[in-house]
């Protein structure tokens, strides 16, 4: 499969194992700047909601690497980045 159809230079910096920048990512390590959880931010770790009040299901619970990542972009820190060999 080839990656990075569209963008030639993600493609470039995927094969040589270059950082390259990405929305969310949660395999492996995760390294982040801690300034979002402080105020005046105050992001949180969190996962999905149940489907209504009355429910015990719940809404992909899984989910706090995409929140995370998008609660990082609310507040600006939307610099996420993967290396291919890690």
């Not at 990656?3 to 995760?30: C, D, K, M, Y």
């Amino acid at each position: 499969m080839q990656l990075f159809i569209n963008h030639p230079t993600s493609r470039l910096r995927h094969e040589q194992n270059l950082p390259i920048q990405v929305f969310a990512g949660w395999n492996g390590i995760a390294v982040m700047n801690p300034r979002p959880f402080f105020p005046p931010y105050n992001v949180r770790f969190r996962r999905g909601a149940p489907k209504s009040l009355l429910s015990m299901e719940w809404v992909c619970q899984a989910s706090e690497s995409s929140f995370i990542s998008w609660d990082f972009w609310k507040v600006s820190q939307s610099r996420t980045a993967r290396r291919s060999d890690l």
